[in-house]
């Protein structure tokens, strides 16, 4: 019988047990009706015949379990008969009586009813049947179960949304896996017992979409059980974008890869819908790499006798920086391609050219140039074979990006990972490492410096006052590369660590370590952006966090103000969150809206909280004012040329624009022209404003009498130009302005240099914070390590170890080791030795 149909079983037996208790409760009430209880067992009579016959359409004439229903039709009939004599029947008697023979009837169904599950599986994409592979297995090898793999068609679209064309990969799966026909299958007559998706996406997805009658609000109408499980496996994060998406509300059950996956979610998802049971990727390739398949004849020349390297070129790493991006395969493949000791193995993403044709569309020609060299000049491998595991299993070691699921799969088999900087397109230069240092320094409301000590990743700098360098000090007990702790301050004998994505605090006493515990509210990356102090009360601003933490460097204690990220940081149409402007003004921090509608001020010294509108609109970024008190406070906006100069005591605005002719901004990300983040900060004098510019190209002087703007030529050159590939071009720059008295700094951050600035002269002279020491920065770098909870093992491409370096066996730090890496990712894979999909069949069926 189909497990659907046993159900019906299963609903009877329910019955029979309520009607029992029905009989019992009439029986041992002190007004008994006997007629009642009668009429009960009369019903629970009929409905025996009535499962007697279900069971013999379904299994057969002569089944035990309709045997059984038989006699309990005769123990109904006797016991009606017993309560309905003179003599009567006592409720305990009719209940032990009616419950022994319904058990029996429970038991024989469950031993005698053999149940027949149907279990069907939907991949769209051949490339990506490992992610359903093993829990197919499992269900396959349960001679009780038929498990049917149904390719379903899917659709590339144009980048207006409309379909562009079809396809069905069902031509393209392993041999040994039976393809059946969606179009021959009666979803609504079979009604499959469990249904196994790995497209989660419905209509939601820009590039491409499966066909609407398998998008998940629909086969939720064929089946009791709908299960999707994820079409990748990460190292230990997920991206923002995989929150929420419509198959998570249809589906029954999702099967995340550990525990820690459970907090990546959003909260509207029920936490019971969650199997923490590991990933099928990871079952097929910790199994293959133990028993590596035969290479394709044509790759086996090209791989004789040579460590084979595997090229991933993902979507994240492509969309992030695309012209980078190309640069850096032409480097890539430029390193590689006279080396004769060393295979590289090329593998882009399979949706790689249907992304860049629908979304960087002007790159395509570039890419296909690149692709055709590659592939004509022949001295590497290009793979677009289906089965990503079996490359996996021929590789040894995985240079490419580290935002891609490709990397887990190396990580759970232990092979070596190699994460690449995609800006890197040269090797570094002997002085490149001096722009990637700079000293901390933290300037106070009462004037005062904090610029004695400076935190590296997991190490703490001194300033050794005599010879003005920064000294190593010590290193603190976590990862050097989760960027755990942004932030070091000495306050009264004690260094205080604020967090960037640690939810905690760590306090440093001479060589005592403690932490103070912020609630965890998050799993992800990226909790807090910065910390402001102001006297002894630090103000720890959310990123991803819910609340504003407020500590007490006096008391240690910690204080929360609910929900500011969500009033405070608005979420970009790429998913960059940036925070809307704070300020301290009076004693009080004011924190504006991410709409600029609404603005709260938090007291700093009783904590007490206000709110006002502000009559405003748009995010604002950036605040200066003449002084500290000054009630006029000059806003400048995420995006455009419109400043505002809001008086916080009449809560009067006006409103400049200070646009210039040749005004023109650059994502610095996508290198495309933008008009957001023109402006970062500005020095308001009495009679003008200045405004540095960020990704605008022109400092601009406005009049704000006359409302007049024009160019401030300025002492700094204005390139939109990176440094070099190992210095990126972020921005210009940003003023600094002393609290108590009219000097002025300037950051100039395409060469990472500091200014001492006369605003009227224009004089600049360089200085630094502090120097390093060469030696001691070229030792925190680690090599292979575990940098973070969200990649758990891996070295990193960068100024201490270039690709060459890999290649050449001459990684600075500490050597790959396999065991370690293994240890390390079992925190991200519940099924370590490659079981998921056993488990997962078992816990469902």
């Known amino acids: 019988m189909r497990k659907y149909k046993f159900k019906l079983v299963e609903n009877y037996i329910a019955l029979f047990r309520k009607i029992?208790?029905?009989?019992?409760?009439?029986?041992?009430?002190?007004?008994?009706?006997?007629?009642?209880?009668?009429?009960?067992?009369?019903?629970?009579?009929?409905?025996?015949?009535?499962?007697?016959?279900?069971?013999?359409?379904?299994?057969?004439?002569?089944?035990?379990?309709?045997?059984?229903?038989?006699?309990?039709?005769?123990?109904?009939?006797?016991?009606?008969?017993?309560v309905l004599s003179e003599q009567g029947l006592s409720a305990n008697s009719a209940k032990l009586r009616l419950d022994t023979i319904v058990n029996k009837i429970e038991r024989s169904s469950k031993e005698d009813i053999a149940i027949q599950r149907l279990a069907v599986f939907l991949p769209y994409k051949s490339s990506m049947w490992d992610s359903l592979e093993s829990v197919w297995q499992a269900a396959a090898a349960d001679e009780n179960c038929t498990a049917l793999v149904i390719p379903i068609p899917y659709f590339d679209k144009n980048p207006d949304g409309s379909v562009k064309a079809e396809y069905w990969e069902g031509d393209d799966f392993p041999e040994y896996v039976h393809i059946t026909s969606y179009e021959t299958f009666d979803f609504g007559a079979e009604h499959p017992d469990m249904i196994f998706i790995h497209?989660?996406?419905?209509?939601?997805?820009?590039?491409?979409?499966?066909?609407?009658?398998?998008?998940?609000?629909?086969?939720?109408?064929?089946?009791?059980?709908?299960?999707?499980?994820?079409?990748?496996?990460?190292?230990?994060?997920?991206?923002?974008?995989?929150?929420?998406?419509?198959?998570?509300?249809?589906?029954?059950?999702?099967?995340?890869?550990?525990?820690?996956?459970?907090?990546?979610?959003?909260?509207?998802?029920?936490?019971?819908?969650?199997?923490?049971?590991?990933?099928?990727?990871?079952?097929?390739a910790i199994k293959k790499c133990m028993n590596p398949p035969e290479p394709p004849e044509a790759w086996k020349q090209k791989m004789a006798g040579k460590k084979v390297y595997f090229y991933n070129t993902s979507l994240n790493g492509m969309l992030d920086d695309t012209e980078a991006f190309m640069r850096k395969m032409v480097y890539v493949f430029d390193i590689f391609r006279n080396r004769k000791d060393v295979c590289l193995l090329w593998r882009p993403h399979p949706l790689f050219e249907k992304t860049l044709q629908s979304m960087r569309a002007q790159y395509l020609p570039i890419y296909e140039d690149i692709r055709d060299k590659y592939i004509r000049e022949d001295w590497g491998i290009y793979d677009t074979t289906p089965n990503i595991e079996d490359t996996i299993a021929l590789c040894d070691v995985y240079i490419g990006d580290a935002a891609t699921s490709v990397t887990s799969l190396f990580g759970v088999a232990g092979k070596p990972l190699f994460i690449l900087n995609n800006r890197i397109n040269e090797l570094p230069n002997k002085e490149d490492w001096k722009y990637h240092v700079g000293a901390q320094a933290i300037q106070l409301i009462d004037g005062t410096w904090h610029k004695d000590y400076t935190l590296r990743g997991n190490r703490i700098y001194k300033r050794n006052q005599q010879e003005d360098k920064m000294r190593f000090l010590m290193s603190i007990p976590v990862p050097s590369g989760g960027g755990y702790y942004n932030m070091v301050f000495d306050y009264k004998n004690k260094l205080y660590l604020f967090p960037g994505n640690a939810q905690d605090i760590m306090v440093v006493e001479g060589k005592k370590i403690r932490t103070i515990a912020i609630d965890k509210k998050i799993e992800r990356a990226g909790a807090f952006f910065y910390t402001s102090i102001v006297g002894h009360m630090?103000?720890?601003?959310?990123?991803?966090?819910?609340?504003?933490?407020?500590?007490?460097?006096?008391?240690?204690?910690?204080?929360?103000?609910?929900?500011?990220?969500?009033?405070?940081?608005?979420?970009?149409?790429?998913?960059?969150?940036?925070?809307?402007?704070?300020?301290?003004?009076?004693?009080?921090?004011?924190?504006?809206?991410?709409?600029?509608?609404?603005?709260?001020?938090?007291?700093?010294?009783?904590?007490?909280?206000?709110?006002?509108?502000?009559?405003?609109?748009?995010?604002?970024?950036?605040?200066?004012?003449?002084?500290?008190?000054?009630?006029?406070?000059?806003?400048?906006?995420?995006?455009?040329?419109?400043?505002?100069?809001?008086?916080?005591?009449?809560?009067?605005?006006?409103?400049?624009?200070?646009?210039?002719?040749?005004?023109?901004?650059?994502?610095?990300?996508?290198?495309v022209k933008s008009n957001h983040r023109l402006f970062s900060n500005a020095v308001v004098m009495d009679d003008r404003v200045i405004f540095s510019p960020n990704w605008g190209n022109k400092f601009v002087e406005l009049n704000p009498v006359t409302g007049e703007a024009k160019e401030w030529v300025s002492p700094f050159e204005i390139t939109q130009k990176d440094f070099n590939c190992y210095v990126a071009n972020v921005g210009i720059g940003n003023f600094v302005k002393d609290a108590l008295e009219d000097k002025y700094k300037y950051y100039y951050s395409p060469k990472r240099q500091w200014y001492h600035i006369d605003i009227q002269s224009k004089d600049i002279e360089p200085f630094a914070y502090g120097e390093f020491i060469r030696e001691e920065i070229f030792d925190e770098n680690e090599g292979y390590y575990s940098p973070s909870e969200w990649m758990k093992y891996c070295c990193f491409e960068g100024l201490y170890n270039s690709l060459e370096d890999l290649i050449d066996n001459n990684i600075h730090g500490a050597k790959h080791d396999k065991e370690l890496q293994i240890r390390a990712f079992s925190d991200i894979n519940a099924s370590a030795t490659g079981d998921c999909g056993e488990k997962v069949y078992e816990y469902l069926k």
């Open 20 to 82: 029992n208790e029905g009989v019992f409760a009439e029986l041992s009430s002190k007004a008994s009706d006997i007629s009642k209880a009668s009429e009960y067992l009369q019903t629970a009579q009929q409905k025996a015949i009535d499962l007697g016959t279900y069971i013999e359409q379904e299994e057969g004439m002569g089944h035990k379990t309709v045997s059984v229903l038989e006699e309990f039709c005769e123990i109904l009939y006797e016991i009606n008969e017993e």
């Open 199 to 284: 497209n989660p996406y419905d209509d939601s997805n820009l590039v491409t979409s499966v066909h609407p009658f398998f998008y998940s609000k629909e086969l939720k109408k064929y089946t009791d059980c709908l299960v999707y499980i994820p079409y990748y496996a990460t190292a230990g994060n997920m991206s923002e974008g995989q929150a929420l998406l419509p198959s998570y509300l249809n589906a029954d059950y999702i099967v995340i890869q550990s525990e820690k996956f459970r907090g990546f979610f959003d909260p509207i998802v029920p936490q019971e819908k969650f199997l923490p049971l590991g990933s099928p990727k990871f079952d097929s």
């Open 538 to 671: 630090a103000f720890i601003w959310p990123q991803r966090y819910p609340d504003l933490v407020i500590f007490n460097m006096e008391t240690e204690e910690v204080f929360y103000l609910q929900d500011i990220s969500d009033f405070n940081v608005a979420t970009m149409p790429d998913l960059e969150r940036v925070p809307a402007v704070k300020f301290y003004y009076k004693g009080k921090f004011f924190i504006l809206s991410r709409d600029g509608r609404k603005m709260i001020s938090v007291d700093i010294v009783t904590l007490d909280v206000q709110a006002f509108d502000t009559g405003l609109e748009g995010l604002y970024i950036g605040a200066a004012n003449r002084r500290i008190d000054d009630e006029n406070i000059w806003f400048i906006p995420y995006a455009g040329t419109e400043v505002v100069r809001f008086n916080m005591s009449t809560r009067e605005k006006k409103k400049y624009d200070i646009s210039v002719e040749g005004l023109v901004g650059l994502d610095r990300r996508l290198k």
